[in-house]
Structures are given as structure tokens and as C-alpha cells.
């Protein structure tokens, strides 16, 4: 069973940057792909960035890209999301995914129907 555990929630500014991080129970991330999702209030759970850690291979939902850059540390199996310019569309829990093996990222990211692990969530605030 993979735990993952994210951190770096809090509040910001509108224009304002955060970084998310979430701690993987694994000797290493090779053997996952890793997400990011959001669910703001009122609204269904979105995919924002998905990544195979053993390719690189990084997909980025249209509302962040430019913006929003995932990353990961192996060493530390530990995956990031850097947000930058955040607005307050951005609010929402973001929630940190793994699915087993090497799927298409763009197609994790688009329906979570896939994923076989969930962390617990960071809530992220962006007001003045």
C-alpha cells in the first residue's frame, strides 16, 4: 500500500507562488506515474499535472500551463508542484495520485478514474 503525504498548502496572494510536496512510501518512483488534482468548492475533481518520473514525460491542463511546473526527486521520493502567478480560480484541496506502472499521462490526468492511490489533500488559498 502506497501512502502519500503533501505539504506546502497554505495561503497567498493573488500573483503570489507555492510550492506542493508530497512524500511517496516508495524506495523509488520508477515504478508510478504521479499527479496532481484539485477540487475547488462546488466543482468536480480536474487533473492539473501528471508525470512519469522514470521518462519525464509531464502533462499540464490548459488552465496552468506556464504557470504550474511538476518536478520530481527519486532520492527523496518526493514529487513537487511549483505554482507560480497563482490567481484565485486556484483555490482548491490539491491531491497527490500514483497509479501503478507507466500509463499515458495525459490520460491520467484527465479522468481519475485510474488511480490507485490519494493522498490526503493540501488546501490551497488564493486571496488578498
Known amino acids: 500500500q502506497l501512502r502519500l503525504v503533501e505539504s506546502g498548502g497554505g495561503l497567498v496572494q493573488p500573483g503570489g507562488s507555492l510550492r506542493l510536496s508530497c512524500a511517496a512510501s516508495?524506495?523509488?518512483?520508477?515504478?508510478?506515474?504521479m499527479g496532481w488534482f484539485r477540487q475547488a468548492p462546488g466543482k468536480e475533481r480536474e487533473g492539473v499535472a501528471c508525470?512519469?518520473?522514470?521518462?519525464?514525460?509531464?502533462y499540464y491542463e490548459d488552465s496552468v500551463k506556464g504557470r504550474f511546473t511538476m518536478s520530481s526527486d527519486n532520492a527523496k521520493s518526493t514529487v513537487y508542484l511549483q505554482m507560480n502567478s497563482l490567481n484565485p480560480e486556484d483555490t482548491a484541496v490539491y491531491y497527490c495520485?500514483?497509479?501503478?506502472?507507466?500509463?499515458?499521462?495525459?490520460?491520467?490526468?484527465?479522468?481519475?478514474?485510474?488511480?490507485?492511490?490519494w493522498g490526503k489533500g493540501a488546501l490551497v488559498i488564493v486571496s488578498s
Open positions: 516508495t524506495r523509488t518512483l520508477d515504478d508510478y506515474a
Open positions: 495520485a500514483a497509479v501503478r506502472g507507466s500509463p499515458n499521462v495525459e490520460a491520467m490526468c484527465i479522468t481519475d478514474s485510474t488511480v490507485d492511490y
Open positions: 508525470l512519469r518520473p522514470y521518462d519525464g514525460s509531464t
